[in-house]
Nanobody
Framework: QVQLVESGGGLVQPGGSLRLSCAASGFTFSSYAMSWYRQAPGKERELVATIASANGSTNYADSVKGRFTILRDNAKNTVYLQLNSLKPEDSAVYFC?????????????WGQGTQVTVSS
């Protein structure tokens, strides 16, 4: 059974830090590109960061560049998102995503999400 289980969310003051974790099981983690998305109330889900399966290359949304870092540990089947210098506008539910492309097809898995609230 495929599972993506996020953890590490919570309430933090502006300027603070959090580390989100996403533990994967039920699929070949190392073959999947892993991403973090977020969705704030009344807004569309947006891509925050991605880390490739093959070479570990990363991409970030402009709004989080220099503040967030995505990492993966293939030995632990876990992807992390380090959130630094948090702002109130970073408040959202953060979702873990796994994608594997094969030809013109893709397999996609989602986690249930973890709430991040940035407030004083």
């Amino acid at each position: 059974q495929v599972q993506l289980v996020e953890s590490g969310g919570g309430l933090v003051q502006p300027g603070g830090s959090l580390r989100l974790s996403c533990a994967a099981s039920g699929f070949t983690f190392s073959s999947y590109a892993m991403s973090w998305y977020r969705q704030a109330p009344g807004k569309e889900r947006e891509l925050v960061a991605t880390i490739a399966s093959a070479n570990g290359s990363t991409n970030y949304a402009d709004s989080v560049k220099g503040r967030f870092t995505i990492l993966r540990d293939n030995a632990k089947n876990t992807v992390y998102l380090q959130l630094n210098s948090l702002k109130p506008e970073d408040s959202a539910v953060y979702f873990c995503n796994a994608v594997h492309f094969y030809g013109e097809y893709a397999t996609v898995h989602w986690g249930q999400g973890t709430q991040v609230t940035v407030s004083s």
